[in-house]
């Protein structure tokens, strides 16, 4: 697929992150607890910020199965997504909305990704979102899926590009991280 082109995203279009993983480092079999415990990836707030001038909407929605797990509590990850919004705002960038869902993985009905409830939120909060004008950025299959599930442009963040996707669809993009993202796939303006 050949690159996105910055000039066709404008206002009407909603940019959908992940977390952990794409914005701050992952914590293989642990969760972020505390603002301690958030390692924010390099060149991500400079990235954000850019992206702040193009699209209309940028999202975050992630998944924290953490709460049902009592490891940490709804406050506490209202505590780490409060610090990302500062710091983001901060360079100049912006976060529309955060979702999350503390729900265990095979609770019904559940409101972790790949299933589509977060964004749907989204849109009903904002009403202009049209998924079809919409990219979602993971670095995890469910990711992907919920993206493709609405027919978003889907973006895998993969540090190793050696390591195949272990998804059933492959994303429409992969890429090594969130700040590879304007030049390789969504090239600059000159």
């Known amino acids: 697929m050949s690159p996105l082109n910055i000039h066709n995203i404008d206002s009407s279009w909603t940019l959908f992150l992940d977390r952990d993983g794409v914005i701050n480092k ?3 079999g ?4 505390h603002i301690s415990d958030f390692d924010i990836l390099p060149g991500v707030l400079e990235t954000i910020a ?5 699209f209309g909407r ?3 929605v992630t998944n924290q199965q953490g709460i049902a797990k009592g490891l940490l509590s709804a406050d506490d990850v209202h505590c780490v997504h ?3 919004r500062k710091r983001v705002r901060a360079t100049g960038g912006r976060i529309d909305r955060i979702y999350f869902c ?3 993985a095979d609770a019904i009905p559940n409101c ?3 299933h589509p409830h977060m964004a749907l939120q989204a849109q009903k909060d904002f009403p202009e979102i049209e998924f079809s004008k919409s990219i979602m950025v993971g670095d995890m299959p469910s990711d992907i899926a919920f993206g493709q599930e609405l027919g978003m442009i889907t973006i895998w963040v993969q540090e190793d590009r050696n390591h195949p996707y272990p ?10 991280s969130l700040e590879s993202v304007p030049t390789e796939i969504i090239p600059p303006l000159p």
């Open 26 to 28: 992952r914590l293989p």
């Open 30 to 33: 642990q969760y972020v607890k």
């Open 50 to 54: 850019y992206f702040s001038k193009f």
């Open 58 to 60: 940028i999202i975050i």
């Open 82 to 84: 409060d610090f990302l």
């Open 102 to 104: 503390g729900d265990w």
């Open 112 to 114: 972790r990704k790949p």
């Open 167 to 176: 998804g059933k669809t492959k994303p429409d993009f992969i890429t090594n």
